[in-house]
């Protein structure tokens, strides 16, 4: 069974100050690993796919990176509108929808 | 359309009531797929749906939950007998290639609150 556990539950930061979140993952041949941002009261947008380790992708602020273990979700010097609820889901060789995390929620401080 | 609609956008119903929850996915995607996500919480997968073959109803939590897609079309979720506990948000989904590689659109979700 596909398991996603993210971390920290919560994350405050001043605005500028660069942080990063985890998302651990056991998956049995892993076909992709999704990262997505939920604002309040909204579905998830989708932010990145990555497909195998040593990947890294970039948006903005955000930066994904993948290991065989575990994906980061680097904001550099993030601001306010940054905060949000992050997801991360995985797609496992025999699965047919994503396995999400329970998210990490970033709030940014002015 | 341009995204993914559903409709109600918040419902509350009286327990022991049938509620029936509307997905519009974006035009041409074949996969659709329903998630609830209660509060706090992360996305629990409800069932998928492909083209016309038989959908994968693996996540659904009890037979009170049932769904159905039209074609390539509008997709109904609907919970009979409503219970507390199935108060959450109802997340629709839809992608244009099988297994999402690129990621699913959601839409905004149904609040659904059982009083």
């Known amino acids: 069974e596909d398991q996603v556990t993210q971390s920290p539950e919560a994350l405050r930061l001043q605005e500028g100050e660069s942080s990063s979140l985890n998302c651990s993952y056991t998956?049995?041949?892993?076909?992709?690993l999704f990262w997505y941002r939920q604002d309040p009261g909204k579905g998830p947008e989708f932010l990145f796919t990555?497909?195998?380790a040593g990947e890294e992708k970039e948006k903005e602020r955000l930066k994904a990176t993948l290991t065989k273990k575990e994906s980061f979700l680097h904001i550099t010097a993030p601001k306010p509108e940054d905060s949000a609820t992050y997801l991360c889901?995985?797609?496992?060789?025999?699965?047919?929808?994503?396995?999400f995390g329970s998210g990490t929620q970033l709030t940014v401080l002015p | 359309g341009a995204g993914v609609s559903q409709s109600p956008s918040n419902k509350v119903t009286e327990k022991g009531k049938d509620v029936e929850l509307r997905c519009d996915p974006i035009?041409?995607?074949?996969?659709l797929y329903w998630y609830r996500q209660r509060l706090g919480q992360g996305l629990e997968f409800l069932i998928y749906?492909?083209?016309?073959?038989?959908?994968?109803k693996s996540g659904l939590p009890s037979d009170r939950f049932s769904a159905e897609r039209t074609g390539e079309s509008v997709s109904t979720l609907t919970i009979q007998r409503t219970q507390q506990e199935d108060s959450a948000v109802y997340l629709c989904?839809?992608?244009?290639?099988?297994?999402?590689?690129?990621?699913?659109?959601f839409g905004s979700g149904t609040r659904l609150t059982v009083v």
């Open positions: 989904a839809s992608s244009f290639l099988t297994q999402g590689y690129y990621g699913y659109t």
């Open positions: 998956v049995s041949g892993l076909r992709g």
């Open positions: 990555l497909y195998s």
């Open positions: 889901a995985v797609l496992g060789r025999s699965a047919r929808q994503l396995t």
């Open positions: 035009s041409g995607h074949t996969a």
């Open positions: 749906f492909q083209g016309n073959s038989a959908p994968d």
